[in-house]
């Protein structure tokens, strides 16, 4: 609740599916137009989404077919530019997640949270349990991400220098 008090100055927390949103207060959420430009701004990279019964293409699209009104056809052009900024290819859509490493999980999770094109990702200890060389990926595609979408990284982490490395000062 910290940092959802520092970052949207909002009072509640709410989940929907396995991704984090921020919301004001309880009426809000009832009403689309004030809580759009809320849940939009934000959004939190959980690699809880990836224990999901749907493949991957469901658990990227997720966000976007529940804040989005959205054809079929462009739905899945959006998931298969959304891997492809990650590095995996579109035929990752139709695969489940169990069949990727720990690092392509990873990027599953951070290509759902640059679905619905936030301002602001939250990032919790998202390199932990990767190797050094995919630590290493997972840290040059965030950085890749900043500077192409504009994002702003939210990056709670335990190992410093990991943080070091993605901090701007």
């Known amino acids: 609740v910290t940092i959802n008090r520092a970052t949207t100055k909002e009072d509640r927390v709410t989940r929907i599916g396995s991704a984090c949103l921020f919301m004001a207060d309880s009426h809000v959420a009832h009403d689309c137009k ?8 934000i959004t939190a990279v959980f690699s809880l989404v990836l224990y999901s019964p749907f493949g991957v293409g469901g658990i990227v ?10 054809t079929c056809a462009e739905l899945r052009k959006h998931i298969e530019r959304l ?4 590095g995996l290819p579109a035929r990752a ?3 489940f997640p169990h069949v990727f ?9 951070i290509a759902r949270a640059l679905a619905l094109s936030p301002a602001l990702v939250v990032l919790d200890e998202p390199v932990s349990a990767l190797d050094v060389s ?36």
């Open 61 to 70: 699209a997720e966000p976007l077919i529940t804040h989005e009104k959205i």
């Open 34 to 41: 004030l809580r759009a430009p809320v849940t939009l701004a």
């Open 134 to 169: 995919i630590r290493a990926q997972i840290l040059n595609l965030l950085e890749d991400m900043k500077a192409r979408f504009g994002l702003t990284l939210l990056f709670i982490a335990h190992d410093l220098a990991v943080v070091k490395s993605v901090s701007d000062r």
């Open 83 to 86: 891997l492809d900024h990650v």
């Open 101 to 109: 490493s720990g690092g392509q999980r990873q990027r599953i999770a």
């Open 93 to 95: 859509a139709d695969l």
